[in-house]
Each structure stands twice: as C-alpha cells, then as structure tokens.
C-alpha cells in the first residue's frame, strides 16, 4: 500500500527556515515524479514544486523560487522541502504528492506550517 | 490569484446532474491534460480524473470529465450527499512552467 507521511511543520517567525519531510512506503521515490502542494486557511490549492524521478528536473513555483527547494534522500526513500525566508504568506498546509496515472495521484496526510510573529 | 478559474460554487438536489467549469487559456487547458480533485474538509485532495477524462480505479462512472478548447468540465450525475465537498481542476501552464490549480468550487448537495 502507497503510503506518504509528512513532518516537520511547526510555528515559525517571518524570515526563519523550517525543513518539511515526506516518509514513503510501497514504493520508490526514485521512481515517480514527486510534488510539493500547500493549502492556505480559507484559500485554494497551490502547487510548489517538483522533482523528477532521476532528479535531473526541478521546478519550483515562481510565489517561492529562490527561497525553497526541494531534495530527496533516495536510499531514506525520504522527500524533502526545506523553506528559508519564510514569509506570512507561506502559512499553509503543505502536502507531499505521488504521481502515479496522474499528475498529483497519492497524497499524504498533510503537515501545518505556519509563519507568524 | 491564479489564471484558471471556476465558480465558487454549484449546488443541487440528489439525483440531479450537477456540472462545473474550469476556464483557462492557451498556455495551459489549451494545450495540456486536466485533472480533477476532490476535497473533503480537514482532508487531503482525492484524484476524480486524469487526461481530461480518465477515471482511476475506484472512482464511479458517475463522475465524468471532458475538455474543450480552453475549458475542462466535471459532471457529477445521480447527486449524493457524500458529494458535498471541494472540487478542483488542475492543469500544467506552459508560460508559468508550473502546475496551476482552479480556483476551486464547493459544491452544495440541497
């Protein structure tokens, strides 16, 4: 059974760094597209970024581009997001994403983030 | 504020056909898949559709989806109350070189 577990969020200041951590079981990272998706209080879903199986194909949206970045750790089977200069803005709900038949097929359960004073 | 957009919200009765748009432009429905997502609250996205109208396993053939120009439709038949949740498009933008998401639409069961 696909499964994607999250940690790693927390209360953080403007401008701090937090890194967030995807745990997979029943399968490969290093197989599959992995994504990156955040939903803020009473807002929409917003795709973050996203890394190909081989890991030579990263793309991160433009709302976040130079401030965070993700990595895997291939023999952890683990999926990283490490977020600097966070912003107000960033508060979210952060999901790790599986694409499979997709894009965007398995989802974890989710982990809070959020940037406050 | 993203550059696919649906109505904030569609409702009906049970039983009935219910069907919400996703309007976009050439640089992302135009030339790419559409998918479609559910979204219970306090629960993570649940994939309806791929490819403009494939259905993963598990997911029932009352849901369907299809795709014009530069809109994507999602139609829910035979309504439920267990429907009542969250819907979102979501589609590959070329200029953007990144995913974007509909707006999102709530759809209400009356």
């Known amino acids: 059974e696909v499964q994607l577990s999250e940690s790693g969020g927390d209360l953080v200041q403007p401008g701090g760094s937090l890194r967030l951590s995807c745990a997979a079981s029943g399968f490969t990272l290093a197989r599959n597209w992995m994504h990156w998706v955040r939903h803020a209080p009473g807002k929409g879903l917003v795709w973050v970024s996203r890394m190909n199986p081989d890991g030579s194909v990263i793309t991160h949206a433009g709302s976040v581009k130079g401030r965070f970045t993700i990595s895997r750790d291939s023999p952890r089977n683990m999926l990283y997001l490490q977020m600097n200069s966070l912003r107000v803005e960033d508060t979210a709900v952060y999901y790790c994403?599986?694409?499979?038949?997709?894009?965007?097929?398995?989802w974890g359960q989710g982990t809070l983030v959020t940037v406050s004073s | 504020q993203s550059v696919v957009t649906q109505p904030p919200s569609a409702s009906g009765t049970p039983g009935q056909r219910v069907t919400i748009s996703c309007s976009g432009t050439?640089?992302?429905?135009?030339?790419?898949?559409v998918a479609w997502y559910q979204q219970l609250p306090q629960t993570a996205p649940k994939l309806l559709i791929y490819?403009?109208?494939q259905r993963p396993s598990g997911v029932p053939d009352r849901l369907s989806g299809s795709k014009s120009g530069t809109s994507a439709y999602l139609s829910i038949s035979g309504l439920r109350s267990e429907d009542e949740a969250d819907y979102y498009c979501v589609v590959w933008d070329d200029s953007l070189s990144g995913y974007v998401f509909g707006t999102g639409t709530k759809v209400t069961v009356l």
């Open positions: 050439d640089s992302n429905i135009g030339r790419d898949y």
């Open positions: 490819k403009n109208n």
């Open positions: 994403v599986r694409d499979f038949t997709g894009p965007l097929d398995d």
